[in-house]
């Protein structure tokens, strides 16, 4: 396939070395240019283009893979010539106090991270890859039957593109779970239980299943206030994100 990613991080790079491994054709792209990744060139495999010529090679299949805070300054009509047929992923997590800032409909829940993310591209998405630590992308993909092999749960509004991109969790190594639509896509948030807990299959959907597909304002709470810890462990040890 032709796999644009729009975001040369953690996960868009670990993305890029896994599917140029398995043959794919990605093109790759940051926010200052392709001159500055010669580094990830070499390192992934794929080839360094600008947003807008990710978005134009990428025929089968978009990442969208930066900052959720820096969504709303990608160019407005990066996806207007892309066909509704390609998937668009989005890998976004929601950090307030590492990076983000405070977001009000996030804080209210009136949107799931990737409700919001959609909203600005103006475009179906599939909500994947954001609660699995990049370098298990990397490192701990198996076989299809591989005891425990890692699930990860995918979400969207369009049955036909995230079909498509279970079927890629799977090649890359993954068990591939149903996580309903983007309005249910809260429960694979940062501060849920199954956030970067890399569950089976049968697990992580007895998970999802108990959580039920509407959030409660309790659930909201609850997993605001687990992020937040979370976040301020991260700050406490010196993590920093981008």
Same mark, same amino acid.
């Given at each position: 396939?032709?796999?644009?990613?729009?975001?040369?991080?953690?996960?868009?790079?670990?993305?890029?070395?896994?599917?140029?491994?398995?043959?794919?054709?990605?093109?790759?792209?940051? $926010?200052?240019?392709?001159?500055?990744? %010669?580094?990830?060139?070499?390192?992934?495999?794929? %080839?360094?283009?600008?947003?807008?010529?990710?978005?134009?090679?990428?025929?089968?299949?978009?990442?969208?893979?930066?900052?959720?805070?820096?969504?709303?300054?990608?160019?407005?009509?990066?996806?207007?010539?892309?066909?509704?047929?390609?998937?668009?992923? =989005?890998?976004?997590?929601?950090?307030?106090?590492?990076?983000?800032?405070?977001? @009000?409909?996030?804080?209210?829940?009136?949107?799931?991270? $990737?409700?919001?993310?959609?909203?600005?591209?103006?475009?179906?998405?599939?909500?994947?890859?954001?609660?699995?630590?990049?370098?298990?992308?990397?490192?701990?993909?198996?076989?299809?039957?591989?005891?425990?092999?890692?699930?990860?749960?995918?979400? $969207?509004?369009?049955?036909?593109? %995230?079909?498509?991109?279970?079927?890629?969790? @799977? @090649?890359?190594?993954?068990?591939?779970? =149903?996580?309903?639509?983007?309005? @249910? $896509?809260?429960?694979?948030?940062?501060?849920?239980?199954?956030?970067?807990?890399?569950?089976?299959?049968?697990?992580?959907?007895?998970?999802?299943?108990?959580?039920?597909?509407?959030?409660?304002?309790?659930?909201?709470?609850?997993?605001?206030?687990?992020?937040? %810890?979370?976040?301020?462990?991260?700050? =406490?040890?010196?993590?920093?994100?981008?």
């Amino acid at each position: 396939m032709n796999i644009g990613i729009i975001g040369a991080g953690h996960i868009g790079s670990a993305l890029a070395v896994r599917l140029t491994g398995l043959g794919h054709q990605v093109y790759i792209a940051n $926010s200052r240019g392709p001159e500055t990744l %010669k580094d990830v060139e070499q390192k992934t495999g794929a %080839k360094a283009v600008t947003a807008e010529e990710a978005a134009q090679h990428g025929t089968d299949l978009i990442v969208v893979t930066i900052p959720l805070k820096n969504i709303p300054d990608l160019p407005k009509d990066l996806l207007a010539s892309v066909p509704q047929e390609v998937p668009i992923i =989005d890998t976004s997590n929601y950090y307030p106090m590492l990076r983000d800032g405070r977001i @009000e409909e996030l804080e209210t829940g009136s949107l799931t991270e $990737s409700d919001w993310v959609q909203q600005h591209l103006g475009r179906p998405v599939v909500k994947v890859f954001n609660n699995i630590y990049a370098h298990h992308i990397v490192e701990k993909g198996q076989p299809a039957g591989t005891p425990d092999r890692i699930a990860l749960p995918v979400a $969207s509004d369009d049955a036909a593109a %995230k079909q498509k991109v279970m079927q890629l969790v @799977e @090649e890359l190594g993954f068990d591939a779970v =149903d996580d309903g639509t983007l309005h @249910e $896509s809260w429960r694979q948030q940062p501060g849920t239980p199954s956030y970067g807990a890399d569950m089976p299959a049968d697990k992580l959907r007895e998970h999802l299943a108990s959580l039920g597909t509407e959030r409660t304002e309790a659930q909201h709470q609850e997993f605001l206030a687990n992020h937040a %810890k979370q976040e301020q462990a991260m700050a =406490d040890q010196g993590i920093k994100l981008k």
